[in-house]
């Protein structure tokens, strides 16, 4: 898994987290700033995952496993250059 320490995970924006504003149900933030850091590919993978897991595990709501998962598809899209689509040539057939 990533290892972040504690200070590390203070420094990181909200924008940086899968769900920027985690709270109880009683209203309370439960996880500091946010649940799901994804400063980097590493950690985009790791909650992506892990949030799978807990949906499974009845844990976390499909909706808010489907906003981790958005965000971390755009963290691991980041970077990479878009190609071409591809184009298919048809060949003519030529008759004599």
Known sequence: MA??????RK???KKDFG???KVDKHGENKAGRGAYPMPDKKHAAVA???AAKEEA???LSKSAEA???AKADRVLDEGRKK???AVKVERSRRTM
């Open 57 to 59: 595990a009845g844990k």
């Open 67 to 69: 906003k981790i998962d």
């Open 83 to 85: 190609k071409a689509p």
């Open 19 to 21: 769900l920027p504003g």
């Open 11 to 13: 420094r990181l924006p």
């Open 48 to 50: 992506k995952s892990y």
């Open 3 to 8: 290892k972040m320490t504690t200070a590390e």
